[in-house]
């Protein structure tokens, strides 16, 4: 059992993909599949988070709301990423900073 519960906190890191029955209430997921092993179709987009409402009923279904503020009852074999999605790109940081360091700004 106490093999279990290590396994099951060691996957629970951000950036995990696992199906949506293994994760906590609360949870903050991205790229969820609409129906199992067809890939991530919703919440795809940087900056954007779905959270796990409720637990599994008899129906295998997890209830997830949606950035759009919409509830959804999930499939529990789906999987989704743990965490929201962010865009880093240092490249446009990097110029930015350059165009203001050299009087281009307004």
Do not use: F, W
């Not at 209830?63 to 009852?73: A, E, H, T």
Request: include cysteine; charge should be neutral; charged fraction near 20%.
């Amino acid at each position: 059992m106490a093999d279990y519960l290590l396994t099951n906190d060691l996957a629970s890191q951000i950036g995990t993909s696992m199906p949506i029955s293994m994760m906590r209430i609360g949870t903050l997921i991205h790229n969820i599949e609409l129906r199992p092993s067809e890939g991530g179709k919703l919440v795809r987009s940087a900056g954007t988070v779905a959270k796990i409402l409720k637990e599994p009923s008899s129906t295998r279904r997890v209830l997830v709301r949606l950035p759009s503020g919409v509830s959804k009852l999930i499939d529990t074999r789906c999987r989704a990423t743990i965490g929201a999605l962010y865009e880093c790109d240092d490249q446009m940081a990097v110029h930015d900073l350059g165009a203001y360091s050299e009087g281009n700004h307004a």
